[in-house]
Nanobody, 124 residues
Framework: VQLQASGGGLVQPGGSLRLSCAAS????????VGWFRQAPGMEREFVAA???????VYADSVKGRFTISRDNAKNTVYLQMNRLKPEDTAVYYC???????????????????WGQGTQVTVSS
């Protein structure tokens, strides 16, 4: 069971990146998948999640700029990040779990499987 996050990099403010979270060893079809981020010296922060039924949830700080989606055929979840800001700089982690109650979707402790993280740096 493995999650592989990719797509991070250096981008100027206002730019875009698309992160991918590819699963192997299990199917994401029936899993809730989330993205979290962690900046140096900061706690891990919820970014977005897509439920097994495709219901999506976003942190207020990224609403209207980020879009989470899934491609079950590719067993991959994406995070499209537009209008990036310097404060979006962090290591981004994808995570998955099979059963999360709605009220806990933004709690990192609700998730069982974690990818290795991908660095996103927004700077001019």
């Amino acid at each position: 069971v493995q999650l592989q996050a990719s797509g991070g990099g250096l981008v100027q403010p206002g730019g875009s990146l698309r992160l991918s979270c590819a699963a192997s060893g299990f199917s994401l079809d029936y899993y809730d998948v989330g993205w979290f981020r962690q900046a140096p010296g900061m706690e891990r922060e919820f970014v977005a999640a897509i439920r097994y039924n495709n219901h999506v949830v976003y942190a207020d700080s990224v609403k209207g700029r980020f879009t989470i989606s899934r491609d079950n055929a590719k067993n991959t979840v994406y995070l499209q990040m537009n209008r990036l800001k310097p404060e979006d700089t962090a290591v981004y982690y994808c995570t998955a779990s099979s059963t999360i109650i709605s009220s806990e979707i933004s709690n990192h402790r609700s998730y069982n499987y974690w990818g290795q993280g991908t660095q996103v740096t927004v700077s001019s």
